[in-house]
């Protein structure tokens, strides 16, 4: 019992006393901004599709593995881009004089900068539709300007290392 008197004393005495607060300003690394930046851009996404009612601009991300690598990415891409490069392997797929084989002439596939020159108009609609989302829908809105903070973060520490 004696010992718990002594201890209430002694909180009661700290309390009293003026205890000087240290704060500790952390800062992230490249790193750790390029990984917070890409768990937003997820989040964003995500809560973009959830929102989202115009199927041809949904974003469909899966993970994939580069050729020669065995690290996983995340990559996300809009509907209408997966699309189109779909109609490209069908439109370069000829089936042989028996029908039982189907081959694919890679010389008539668009390349990745032909796609994205070919859906430019359908590229700009979805920007104006994803301002228009992010402009109507508050949690959107929040979202994008978390993400944007920590893009300009990114920017500012690779023109500080410049």
Known sequence: MVLASLSSQAFAQLDKKDIEHIEVLGQQTTPQLVRAFEQQRFAFLE????????????????????????????????????????????????????????????????????????????????YEHVAALIATHPELFESFVKLDAINQKIKQRKEDNN
């Open 47 to 126: 809560l973009y599709n959830s929102i989202n009612e115009v199927a041809k601009f949904d974003m469909i991300c899966s993970t994939v593995k580069p050729i020669g690598s065995q690290i996983a990415r995340k990559e996300c891409e809009p509907r209408y881009l997966k699309s189109f490069r779909a109609l490209m392997v069908q439109a370069a797929g000829n089936t042989s004089t028996n029908n039982t084989r189907m081959s694919i002439d890679l010389g008539r596939l668009a390349s990745n900068d032909d796609a994205l020159f070919l859906t430019k108009e359908t590229r700009e609609e979805s």
